[in-house]
């Protein structure tokens, strides 16, 4: 006897073949069948989709959801979408672990915005909380290179001795034997940008001790140090995007690991076209060369941030001391004339105008929906001053920012070693703060816009980029596929009227169109409603140690 069957479905089964007509029938947390005129006396419960797209589960690959599964264990604005899977911890953080020193205090503060209480400081002891409490969808997890960094480390701009390399292997090989998929870098970020290539393709090499893999939130513009002394390597400001797409390529080459650019875009009016494509055909290359490099990519052209930030050496240290600088007339000022440079200059990677403040600190309210520009001139001050004094404040502005072309969106997209992401986190529908709108349509988004609409990709090819392709790279290899014997996660959706409603001036939409998913084998959402069902497992690495 079969739990479910799934009617009279034009199924979609992830490998990028032809639909065909067929049902789906489920028992347990599997699929026990997949053919045509499967007897309906043999289920308990039957769903008839007739007219609609039977498909594996959305596999988001590029997300931040560790604290927000453990805060909004229902994850609407994910499974609303399809999604029944994310990877999680990505740029080089991991809050679900390992956390100590100040990497443990700055999850801490994070996991106060989510109201969650950190009682976790390994990823072992973090999925024992998700399944004691339970979530909607599954979960898979690595480790952050900037967060081991700051568990021995601090916020230190400095090579790491031996023992301290040592240190940082040993809680990387830790967190692959507990299940992690591999390791995420940050290098736009402090502390990740700190370190070097060298640094990261020694970590990674541990990585591949454990069949694990490595993405990356690309390096961008080099480090800018302090000119005082220490480290003083500058990638030049124009061309530094190609360098860390290369950088990229390294660090799986020399580690021997596959490599993910990840939430992959061209930042800045001068990254765009031509330097795309020579980014692009530096990775085709290294495919050619037999290095296992990947990309995935949000259909967003309003990137997380409409304020590029500070030079790396004003973060050294951590906030507090960011704030003493901040607050000092000359290293104040500058900080203050580089970060006019970077949003007012030929390189900029958006400008004032192109931005939306989502969020800007208690009593500023009105501010909310505007642009940098707009806000600044609200208060009578220059927006680089605007942003300096939230940060002062302890409030920082948090802003997203039209940094890329719909045309080079287009060409990521299409191209075939593509997988999608959201770079979003699992919030509820009344979540208290404006947001990103790729938190609650994107994977609508690119059914709506860029299959049914524009027809950049047949819905077959769509449907692959958002689940096998996915599930490979990880190595989850009983899901992303409709088969017999395969995990049932499965989504269900109206391919002639899905679409997302999330706009970036109405974010918190849930989309239309997502009628069924169902994950391990449980509906969660049923004629696009939650049902409530918390069936999500934290998935481990096939070489995790029991």
């Given at each position: 006897m079969w739990d479910y069957l799934i009617k009279n479905?034009?199924?979609?089964?992830?490998?990028?073949?032809?639909?065909?007509?067929?049902?789906?029938?489920?028992?347990?947390?599997?699929?026990?069948?997949?053919?045509?005129?499967?007897?309906?006396?043999?289920?308990?419960?039957?769903?008839?989709?007739?007219?609609?797209?039977?498909?594996?589960?959305?596999?988001?690959?590029?997300?931040?959801?560790?604290?927000?599964?453990?805060?909004?264990?229902?994850?609407?604005?994910?499974?609303?979408?399809?999604?029944?899977?994310?990877?999680?911890?990505?740029?080089?953080?991991?809050?679900s672990g390992p956390l100590k020193g100040e990497a443990l205090k700055a999850v801490q503060g994070r996991a106060k915005d989510w109201g969650v209480d950190v009682d976790w400081v390994t990823l072992s002891e973090y999925m024992e909380r998700f399944e004691r409490q339970g979530c909607s969808i599954n979960g898979a997890f690595q480790v952050g290179h900037g967060t081991v960094r700051l568990c021995v480390m601090g916020w230190e701009n400095r090579a790491p001795a031996k023992s301290e390399m040592e240190e940082m292997k040993g809680l990387v090989a830790q967190t692959m034997e507990e299940g992690a998929f591999g390791i995420s870098t940050g290098l736009m970020y402090t502390p990740g940008n700190y370190?070097?290539?060298?640094?990261?393709?020694?970590?990674?090499?541990?990585?591949?001790?454990?069949?694990?893999?490595?993405?990356?939130?690309?390096?961008?513009?080099?480090?800018?140090?302090?000119?005082?002394?220490?480290?003083?390597?500058?990638?030049?400001?124009?061309?530094?995007?190609?360098?860390?797409?290369?950088?990229?390529i390294k660090i799986g080459e020399d580690a021997g690991i596959p490599t993910t650019w990840t939430h992959a875009k061209a930042c800045g009016k001068v990254n765009w076209g031509e330097a795309l494509a020579e980014w692009l055909g530096d990775i085709d290359f290294a495919r050619r060369r037999g290095v296992d490099v990947g990309i995935d990519v949000y259909p967003w052209i309003y990137r997380g941030a409409g304020f590029f930030g500070f030079p790396n050496w004003a973060e050294e240290g951590g906030r507090e001391r960011l704030v003493e600088r901040l607050k000092d007339p000359e290293i104040g000022g500058r900080i203050r004339s580089i970060c006019k440079y970077y949003m007012e200059t030929l390189i900029a990677e958006e400008s004032w105008d192109d931005s939306i403040i989502l969020y800007a600190g208690e009593g500023n309210d009105d501010l909310i929906g505007k642009?940098?520009?707009?806000?600044?001139?609200?208060?009578?001050?220059?927006?680089?001053?605007?942003?300096?004094?939230?940060?002062?404040?302890?409030?920082?502005?948090?802003?997203?920012?039209?940094?890329?072309?719909?045309?080079?969106?287009?060409?990521?997209?299409?191209?075939?070693?593509?997988m999608v992401s959201t770079d979003g986190s699992a919030l509820p529908l009344d979540?208290?703060?404006?947001?990103?709108?790729?938190?609650?349509?994107?994977?609508?988004?690119?059914?709506?816009?860029?299959?049914?609409?524009?027809?950049?990709?047949?819905?077959?090819?769509?449907?692959?980029?958002?689940?096998?392709?996915?599930?490979?790279?990880?190595?989850?290899m009983d899901r992303g596929i409709l088969r017999p014997g395969f995990k049932a996660d499965v989504t269900v959706f109206d391919p002639l009227n899905v679409r997302e409603r999330a706009t970036y001036f109405d974010p918190k939409q849930l989309p239309e169109g997502i009628e069924y998913v169902l994950v391990n084998g449980v509906v969660t959402i049923e004629r696009g409603v939650h049902t409530g069902a918390l069936a999500g497992k934290p998935l481990k690495h096939r070489s995790a140690k029991e």
């Open positions: 479905g034009f199924v979609v089964d992830g490998t990028g073949a032809p639909w065909y007509k067929a049902d789906v029938a489920i028992a347990g947390d599997r699929i026990e069948d997949i053919n045509a005129g499967l007897p309906v006396s043999g289920a308990d419960t039957v769903i008839e989709a007739k007219g609609l797209v039977v498909s594996p589960g959305f596999i988001d690959m590029h997300s931040h959801s560790e604290l927000p599964f453990i805060a909004y264990p229902t994850a609407d604005s994910m499974v609303h979408q399809g999604v029944t899977t994310q990877f999680t911890c990505q740029c080089g953080t991991s809050g370190a070097d290539t060298e640094e990261i393709v020694e970590l990674c090499k541990v990585v591949g001790e454990y069949g694990g893999i490595h993405t990356s939130h690309r390096r961008r513009r080099g480090w800018v140090n302090e000119p005082r002394g220490g480290r003083d390597f500058i990638a030049t400001t124009i061309d530094s995007g190609r360098w860390s797409i290369r950088e990229v642009s940098y520009a707009a806000a600044a001139e609200m208060r009578g001050v220059e927006p680089i001053d605007l942003v300096i004094q939230s940060f002062i404040d302890g409030e920082p502005i948090r802003s997203i920012g039209h940094a890329m072309s719909e045309d080079d969106l287009r060409t990521i997209l299409k191209h075939p070693l593509t979540y208290p703060r404006m947001v990103h709108p790729r938190n609650f349509g994107t994977f609508p988004k690119i059914l709506r816009k860029y299959v049914r609409q524009e027809r950049l990709m047949p819905l077959e090819e769509a449907i692959k980029k958002m689940t096998s392709m996915g599930a490979a790279k990880l190595g989850i």
